[in-house]
């Protein structure tokens, strides 16, 4: 899999991830489910965000690198 792809895939399964996660929250109301958000959830988001510019500078730089090879 390309790594476009892969972050396709990263990005959808985060949307999914947090989709899921709101519906658990209309029944998981408890202070287990604010800490499992806070330790779990907010952390996984958080990091998928800062990794996924990381992924475009990393697609950038392997073009480059593929062109200098030509």
């Known amino acids: 899999m390309s790594l476009n792809g892969c972050r396709a895939r990263i990005e959808a399964s985060t949307r999914d991830l947090h989709r899921q996660w709101q519906v658990t929250r209309e029944s ?4 287990k489910a604010r800490e499992f958000q806070q330790d779990y959830i907010e952390d996984i ?3 998928v965000s800062t990794a996924l510019p990381m992924l475009d ?14």
Request: one cysteine or more; proline letters at 0%.
């Open 57 to 70: 500078d990393l697609d950038k730089f392997l073009a480059k690198v593929r062109k200098a090879c030509e």
């Open 28 to 31: 998981w109301r408890d202070d």
């Open 45 to 47: 988001l958080s990091t």
